[in-house]
Every structure is written in C-alpha cells, then in structure tokens.
C-alpha cells in the first residue's frame, strides 16, 4: 500500500465543519448513539459535543431492552471522542441481540459515532537560516486503533450486518491529507446459509505515516488533525423461533497523534537546529505528543449485562 506523501493543495482546510483557527488552539468533539427496533418507541439518536479552547470530550450512550432475553431484543450503543493538545481519540461501538421463541419478527439495529479536532498554530525558526527561507517540513503523525464487526445466529430466518469505519485528516500549511477504511461483513439463514467475507475497503494506513509540505521559515504554520469512528448498521433479525447477535467496533481511541518533526529540509541541506514552538500552548512540535487515557461513557459495555434479562421495556440515554 503507497504512503500518501503526495501534496494536494487545499485553499481553506475545514475537516467535519471546523475550520482551523489561526493563533488559537481549538479542540472540538462530537457523537452520536442510537438504537432502533421494530418493536420499540422511534426515537432521535443521543449526541452530545464539546468546543473550546482547552482539550475535553464528548460522550452519548443509548440502549434498549424488551422482553426476556431469549425472547426479545436488546441493544447498546457507546461513542466517546476526545480532543487533547496534538492528538485526538475516537471510539464507536454497538452490539444487538433478537430472538423469539415463537412465530414472529423482531429486529433491533444499533449505530454510533465519534469525530474529534484538535486545531493549533506553529512557527519553525532556524539558527543558521534566516526567516523567510523556504523549506521542506518532514512529520510523521501516528495512527493506531481497529475496526471489528462478529455476529451469530441460530435457526432458520436470522440475519445479522454490521459496518464499522474509521478515517483521519491532517491538514498543514495549507495541505490535507485524508485517509480511512470500511469494514462490512453480514450473514443470513434466509432459503439456505449465506454469509460473506469481511470486505476491507480504503486506503488507510496505521502506524508512523510520513508526510512532508513546503514551508516558510519564520511564518505561522497552521495544523488541523482530526479523527472519525463509526459503527453503523449493526443489526440483528429474527423470524420464527431463533436469535441472531451482531457486534460491531471502531476503536480510534489508542489515537491519531502528531508524531513529531523527523527533519527540516533547505534546499538538499537537512537542518538540525531548529525550533518548532506552539503560539498558544506550551507544546513543542518538534516532538511526539504524548496522549492521555480516553474517557468513556460511566455506563460503559457493563450496561447491557444489566439489561439482558429483563422484562418489560428499558430505554437507557445518557451523556458525560
């Protein structure tokens, strides 16, 4: 798979409807759960977002139970996002169960998402170079997490999908760079056994990923990095007697960071005294930023124990 170091040129960079501001870190995060069923209420998904000027996060939970968990269905839905100085954290998850011990049809699906921004500006200043030099800034940003999607069933007329997802951006001096994967994977027993493979799609990279743009010594550099989770569609069915379970997971929140400067290009001379300074905060880009435990939800997936089981109809929305 190709390193996407290849420049293309953005005249404004505007990730998930937050433009950079300049001399001024921002941190943003957004998400969204929601569980719907066809023997359920219809109700809006649960969000909850976080803007400011100092690194904090958003969280939303939604969960639904009916019925006694061999007959019925159940289901949970978590996101957490975080936006701290250099990085971002992203996490999406959901799980669904149907079943029914009788003639019928019930189906419960479950989708959440996570974005987080983190937004700042630097200035790189060389001893031996004077300011207004041109120069090549080589980085590296680093991006670790997975994406998971599981289902069971048992009996004729189940099906369960499910279609997690993930996606970063860096933008830079003016450059952007994008990049992501889908995984999508379903089963069924309707006429027969069907399933199919896990199909990956995308051209995203985990790991240290190098980038390198042009820039002016002694100018301000402005920098957007940003992270997207996504666990969409997962969904359980069941018509007759049986069950069927869906699992799906977006787990950004091991981070998409800044991984630091690897070197500084003038002309064919690489630069070793430079500095990299943040305007508005204390971080030296020159180095890796160094991110924090994610928070997460206080009901987490110890939720859904609790539910299982029950009788009646339990409707769990929250946010941090």
Request: proline share 3%; glycine share 12%; hydrophobic share 40%.
């Amino acid at each position: 798979m190709k390193i996407p170091t290849q420049l293309s040129l953005a005249v404004a960079v505007c990730l998930f409807g937050v433009t950079t501001l300049t001399h001024a870190a921002s941190y943003f995060a957004t998400t969204s759960a929601n569980i719907s069923s066809n023997v359920g209420p219809s109700e809006p998904a649960n969000t909850d977002s976080y803007s400011g000027s100092t690194p904090g996060n958003a969280s939303a939970v939604d969960s639904f139970a009916t019925g006694l968990y061999s007959n019925g269905v159940e289901g949970f839905t978590e996101a957490t996002g975080y936006a701290g100085t250099g990085y971002v954290q992203v996490n999406a998850n959901a799980i669904s169960h149907a079943a029914l011990l009788a003639d019928g049809s019930v189906n419960i699906g479950g989708s959440s998402s996570a974005r987080a921004q983190f937004g700042d500006s630097f200035v790189v200043h060389s001893a031996g170079v004077a300011d207004g030099a041109s120069a090549l800034l080589l980085f590296n940003i680093n991006v670790s997490g997975s994406l998971d999607v599981s289902g069971t069933y048992a009996g004729s007329n189940k099906s369960w999908s499910g279609n997690p997802s993930w996606s970063s951006s860096v933008g830079l001096a003016g450059y952007a760079f994008d990049q992501g994967q889908t995984l999508y994977k379903w089963a069924n027993s309707n006429n027969g056994i069907h399933s199919s493979d896990a199909v990956l799609s995308g051209s995203g990279l985990l790991g240290s990923i190098p980038y390198s743009v042009p820039v002016t010594l002694g100018n301000t550099i402005n920098l957007t990095l940003a992270g997207y989770a996504e666990a969409y569609g997962c969904g359980a069915s069941a018509y007759g007697s049986g069950s069927a379970d869906s699992s799906c997971t977006s787990d950004f929140a091991h981070t998409i960071s800044w991984g630091g400067i690897s070197g500084l290009m003038v002309g064919d001379t690489l630069i070793s005294d430079f500095s990299a300074q943040s305007l508005t905060t204390d971080f030296d880009y020159r180095y890796a930023a160094t991110p924090a435990a994610v928070p997460l939800p206080a009901a987490g997936w110890l939720l859904l124990s609790g539910l299982l089981g029950l009788t009646g109809v339990v409707r769990h929305r929250a946010t941090a």
